[in-house]
């Protein structure tokens, strides 16, 4: 090979290295920027706190809660000096079973649904004083249900937790809301999913039920028996009024008048023994 040629290949070499080398530049370069710009939004972001729809941010400045309560939007914070804690503030429902005495000390075991919201203003006394949600259901809110029910409870017999059910629910709901208020809390309501009884109870009710059930088909059956003596009584009162009746009214002059209004003007035939025709009173009055 001519050596001209050599060196225009080597010319030729030297710039397309260089061209690839402009180009790894280029994507580094692209790179860092990037890199950059990630870097500055996450480091405005520390500057904007966004507190979603059915939540409130608890503000504290250095660990310390504030007064401030944020609502729902976009809001901007110093970061490391100011911190936010959401907490919701929208209806939860918190299951729990708990067991009592009643007035006639029996053993009530009721199973209740509540619902229950922090309420939005008191944000931050509720975590300043208490904590998360987790912590308010286990420390404040199980607690407050089982001695609530005990207190209720144990103003009723078992007999009149079932039949007044409802006025049980409305004292529950009462008590648990004025409770439950000075921890922050608001009851949107409570029910009382299933209220049931030991079996040795459950068992001495099934057997008063029957037995009252049988005690009042007796009553019903002597009713009964008492109004059939008295309608057979009436009837043969009657009876024997409608005989004293007849009696008194049936005179002579009446019977010999009915005798005649049902005669078919036939003389009778007197027939001895025998079949022999003692006298026929119709050939008499022919003659």
Known sequence: MRPGWNMVLES?????????????????????????VIVCLAILSKFFIIVNAGERGVLMQFGKVQEQVLGEGIHVIVPTVYTVKKLSVR???????AEASSKDLQDVFTDVALNW?????????????????????????????????KAVMAKYTAEEIITKRGEVKAAVDDCLT???????????????????FSERFSEAVEAKQIAEQEAKRGEFLALKAVKQAEAKVN??????????????????ELLERQAIEKWDGKLPLIVGDGGKNLLDLRKLVER
Not at 91 to 97: D, F, G, H, P
């Open 12 to 36: 030729s070499s030297n710039v397309d290295s260089l061209k690839s080398s402009n180009k790894k530049n280029k994507e580094f370069y692209l790179a860092v920027q990037l890199a950059v």
């Open 117 to 149: 919201h922090i309420i939005p203003e008191e944000a931050n006394a509720i975590f300043q004083q208490i904590g998360d949600e987790k912590e308010v259901v286990a420390r404040i809110i199980d607690p407050a249900v089982e001695e609530v029910l």
């Open 178 to 196: 004025l409770r439950l208020v000075t921890y922050h809390i608001a009851v949107d309501d409570i029910s009382l999913v299933h209220v049931h």
């Open 235 to 252: 009837l043969a009162k009657g009876e024997a009024e409608v005989q004293r009746l007849l009696r008194d009214n049936l005179t002579p």
């Open 91 to 97: 209806v939860q429902k918190q299951e729990s079973s």
